[in-house]
């Protein structure tokens, strides 16, 4: 069974920046997709960025294009997701995911998801 930690989150005033990790282990583990997802107190849980893991194909939802960089480390298993400009809207539990197959931006295309990591930005 494929197991993800993210790591990386914290406190950041707004205009800063932070870098999300998610470590991925497994006996063999090469997904489709990777990835981040994020749900902020009382809202729905919501697409951040995806990236193919044997190709450079990206998405964004458009909330975090331009400010956000999403990118792999394939030898060390480990997804990241580049936050800068960072604002108080992006306040949210980060969750990293992985899908067996697909680039989606839904929920349910997902097969695999990590604890989540808080990030707060201040004002």
């Known amino acids: 069974q494929v197991q993800l930690v993210e790591s990386g989150g914290g406190l950041v005033q707004a205009g800063g920046s932070l870098r999300l990790s998610c470590a991925a282990s497994?006996?063999?583990?090469?997904?489709?997709?990777m990835a981040w997802f994020r749900q902020a107190p009382g809202k729905e849980q919501e697409f951040v960025s995806a990236t193919r893991w044997a190709y450079d194909n990206t998405v964004y939802a458009d909330s975090v294009k331009g400010r956000f960089t999403i990118s792999r480390d394939n030898a060390k298993n480990t997804v990241y997701l580049q936050m800068n400009y960072l604002k108080p809207e992006d306040t949210a539990v980060y969750y990293c995911?992985?899908?067996?197959?697909?680039?989606?931006?839904?929920?349910?295309?997902?097969?695999?998801w990590g604890q989540g990591t808080q990030v707060t930005v201040s004002s």
């Open positions: 497994g006996r063999t583990f090469m997904p489709y997709a």
């Open positions: 995911a992985a899908a067996k197959y697909g680039l989606g931006r839904k929920r349910n295309e997902y097969d695999y």
